[in-house]
Structure formats: structure tokens, C-alpha cells
């Protein structure tokens, strides 16, 4: 039966971290991550885990220390934001590359420079092609329920892969929500115990791991990274399919909120995703068929099932808390536009870049959006499809 309580993001990760009980836990404090393993150190010191935490002197070092545990066949975590992910760029391609299936929480803030320590979604973007499964979450409940998800993804035979659990700094890691906890003893059976195949302590087949890759692998490797993506696609339903067997709850690669009628429809991810519904529901009283697709899974992108769910649309945008700084759109609406091209959709798509730095994204700069929509099913002309949502007009 599951557990109602109160939690912030961040309480909700570190809560879900101590039910699956990792062997080690490397950690650097960076804001607005910090609380995650400053609430697990909690745990730690009253005995609630047998985790081995390594407080280390930097985030590249958190995720060495998290390669050499994964590669020594334990099972390892650890949670980070922004600058911290950047410093971690190259140990970050390690851990995919090496196939070690290490869980990362990134609480999403902006990426230096200028500093700033609130939300947007460049830490993500960044490290978006670097062979890490990447879940989306909502709210603190996606956020918990995303770390149930995240080791039986990871550690399938058929992905051996790492897992990025994104959600957004300060508007869901600090707020506090109601959420559903399950069962301590629940949550272990899920889970289940971590048995790797190979890994560097097992004296009964002695390897090496990292050697140099040159002309003769590399590329074969790179498409074994490629191949697990594409079958982590199948694993993420599986294993979704049984949670809600376990908790009731719901996960597909997307939610589709209001979409099947819909006329015009929004993309977009995380929290933004429920100031967008919010809208939604005040513009179905007033007969405008609007609709949402709140992406849920980034890393594998989902673009055949995403295309069939947009394909009936008269208008769609696409938000991205993210510019590319390439003057054709951000990256989640490139994957879209990618998407609908190659299943020959011909829907009408704009872009919007919001929220950078931790802007606010009220719920009339959201209607304006489904506004422009509807002017351009009557006209079908997009003026001009690269936009900005809530930039103050001097600065244009």
C-alpha cells in the first residue's frame, strides 16, 4: 500500500535513493542538487542504508568514482546540476561507453556563463548525444517514480546503459508536494538485487576495462551503444508496464493530455508541462480544442510514436527551456521536426525558447502560444517559426 507524504524534489530523490540502497553513492554538492545527497548522508549516518558515500573533491571525481564502483560490480548513483555536469563531460562519455549503468539525478539549472543558479534545461541539451537514457519528470512524484524505474532500465541485459533523471532546479526539487511512497521492502523487490555479468572483482574471469579503442573497434562499439538505445525502447515499456502493475501509476514514453481531439497542441517537458495543462483545460471551456505532449522519455527519442501521436494536428509548438544558439531552433524541437519529416507528416511547427535562467512562464504567456496556433490554422502561414516566449522586448 502505498505511503502519502509530503516531499520536496529533492527529499523525493533522496528518498527513493535510500529504499533502492545502492552500494556507493559519490557525491559533490553543487546548487540546487545539494540536498539530494545531504539528505542521503542523513540516511548514511543513522544506518538506514549500508551505502558507502564518497564525499569527493569535485563532479568529475563523483563520476569516476561512480565508474570505477559500476566497472568493480557494484551499483552506484549520484545527483548534480549544471556547471557540476559540465566539469563531468568526459567521465560522462565513459560511463556510456563502457556500457556501466550508473543512475545520475541532474536537477536542471543554467549553465555558466554569465552564473546563474536557476532553471533551464542547457545542462540537459549538453549532454544530450552521450549515449545516457534521459527521463523527463513532471513533478516530485515522476521524479520518485522515475528512480524506482531507472535501475531496471538501466541494468537490462539488452541496454547496460546509464540513466540521466532530469528534473527541473528549484520549481520541483524545492517545492514541496504531495506525493505516494511504496513500501520500503516493495520497493527492494522491484528493483531487485544488482548481479553484473562481468565486472573488474570477479577473479574467476580477469579483464580490463577502458583499454585504448582505435580504427579497428571503435566504430563497431559506438554502434553496440547505438543498437542498446534503440532496444531500451522496448525495456522502458516493460518495465513501466510492470510498475503499474505494482503501483497503479501510468508512464509511457509520453503523456498525451487532451490530445486525441485536439486541433493545436503543445511539446513540451517537465514542469512547464503542468502550467501547460492548466491552460489546457481553460481553453477546452471556451471550445478550443488545445492539447498536450508532455515528453517523458528524451533518450531514446520516441519519434515514430511521436509523430503518430502529433500527425492529426492543424498546428503544433514546440517549447525547448534550451537555445541551441544555431538560429534553427532548440533541440527538442529539431528532434520533433526531425521526427514528423521522416514519418511524412506535414504539420505546421514553431518553436519557442522560454524560461532561460529560471524565468517565470506565466500561464497567459502559455495561451499566447495556443493563440499564435490558431492563427496559423486560419491563415497557415508561420511568419517565422524560431521564437522566444516571455523575452522582454528591448532585448530582441
Known amino acids: 500500500m502505498s505511503i502519502r507524504e509530503r516531499l520536496s524534489g529533492n527529499e523525493a530523490v533522496a528518498t527513493a535513493m535510500k529504499q533502492i540502497n545502492p552500494d556507493v553513492v559519490a557525491a559533490f554538492p553543487i546548487t540546487p542538487s545539494t540536498e539530494i545527497p545531504q539528505y542521503f548522508s542523513t540516511f548514511v549516518a543513522n544506518g538506514s542504508v549500508d551505502t558507502e558515500f564518497v564525499a569527493v573533491e569535485s563532479e568529475h571525481s563523483a563520476m569516476s568514482a561512480c565508474i570505477g564502483a559500476e566497472a568493480a560490480g557494484s551499483r552506484a548513483m549520484t545527483a548534480t546540476s549544471a556547471n557540476g555536469l559540465s566539469l563531468m563531460w568526459e567521465m560522462i562519455y565513459i560511463a556510456s561507453s563502457l556500457r556501466l549503468p550508473i543512475v545520475l539525478n541532474l536537477v536542471n539549472r543554467a549553465v555558466s556563463g554569465p552564473l546563474n543558479i536557476h532553471c533551464d534545461h542547457s545542462d540537459a541539451m549538453g549532454v544530450r548525444d552521450s549515449g545516457w537514457i534521459m527521463l523527463f519528470s513532471e513533478n516530485n512524484q515522476e521524479a520518485y517514480d522515475n528512480n524506482l524505474m531507472a535501475h531496471k532500465i538501466a541494468e537490462n541485459p539488452n541496454v547496460e ?152 494536428l492543424k498546428a503544433i509548438a514546440v517549447l525547448d527551456r534550451a537555445d541551441s544558439l544555431n538560429a534553427i531552433g532548440g533541440a527538442l524541437f529539431e528532434d520533433i521536426t526531425s521526427s514528423m519529416y521522416i514519418a511524412r507528416e506535414n504539420v505546421p511547427i514553431v518553436n519557442y525558447v522560454y524560461g532561460i535562467g529560471g524565468r517565470d512562464t506565466t500561464e497567459k504567456e502559455i495561451e499566447s502560444v495556443y493563440t499564435d496556433l490558431t492563427e496559423i490554422t486560419s491563415n497557415g502561414k508561420i511568419e517565422n517559426p524560431y521564437r522566444y516566449l516571455g523575452l522582454r522586448k528591448e532585448a530582441n
Request: proline share 4%.
Open 161 to 312: 546503459l546509464p540513466v540521466m533523471i532530469c528534473q527541473d532546479g528549484f520549481i520541483t526539487s524545492h517545492s514541496i508536494e504531495n506525493i505516494e511512497l511504496e513500501e520500503d521492502s516493495e520497493v527492494k523487490k522491484f528493483v531487485g538485487e544488482y548481479h553484473p555479468e562481468h565486472y573488474l572483482l570477479n577473479k574467476q574471469e580477469p579483464i580490463a576495462v577502458g583499454p585504448l579503442d582505435l580504427q579497428a573497434y571503435l566504430f563497431e562499439h559506438k554502434a553496440q551503444q547505438a543498437e542498446a538505445m534503440k532496444s531500451a525502447k522496448q525495456v522502458i515499456l516493460n518495465v513501466s508496464k510492470d510498475f503499474e502493475e505494482w503501483t497503479g501509476r501510468h508512464y509511457e514514453f509520453f503523456e498525451k493530455y487532451k490530445l486525441e481531439d485536439a486541433e493545436i497542441a503543445i511539446v513540451c517537458m517537465n514542469s512547464t508541462a503542468g502550467t501547460t495543462k492548466a491552460v489546457v483545460d481553460k481553453l477546452r471551456e471556451k471550445g478550443i480544442k488545445a492539447g498536450l505532449l508532455k515528453i517523458r522519455v528524451y533518450r531514446p527519442f520516441p519519434g515514430e510514436e511521436v509523430a503518430q501521436a502529433l500527425k492529426h
